[in-house]
């Protein structure tokens, strides 16, 4: 069993930047890759960003691409969203969550989620 809490969202101008983090339980952090998504309101949730067990192979979703980093510190059961140039359809409540099928994009493969955490972009 894993539980992810994720931190970090607030209400920032469009250009700027904030760092989620999410941090998990359990011993078992490192064997799972990790994935944020993101919902924003009366639209379907959706991928952004996912990494490895070890952290050597990322993922993105072309609309963040360059301008999001995810990153994880095993020895701190955390995986972290860098987020920078935000723009406001960057606006969503956004979610952590973890995984050992290497699904990486696809909801479904994710066996654990936060309760998320709001982030506001403003124009």
């Known amino acids: 069993q894993v539980q992810l809490v994720e931190s970090g969202g607030g209400l920032v101008q469009a250009g700027g930047s904030l760092r989620l983090s999410c941090a998990a339980s359990?011993?078992?952090?490192?064997?799972?890759?990790m994935g944020w998504f993101r919902q924003a309101p009366g639209k379907e949730r959706e991928f952004v960003a996912a990494i490895s067990w070890s952290g050597g192979s990322t993922y993105y979703a072309d609309s963040v691409k360059g301008r999001f980093t995810i990153s994880r510190d095993n020895a701190k059961n955390t995986v972290y969203l860098q987020m920078n140039s935000l723009k406001p359809e960057d606006t969503a409540v956004y979610y952590c969550?973890?995984?050992?099928?290497?699904?990486?994009?696809?909801?479904?493969?994710?066996?654990?989620w936060g309760q998320g955490t709001q982030v506001t972009v403003s124009s």
């Open positions: 359990g011993r078992t952090f490192s064997s799972y890759a």
């Open positions: 969550a973890a995984e050992r099928r290497g699904g990486y994009y696809y909801q479904f493969e994710y066996d654990y």
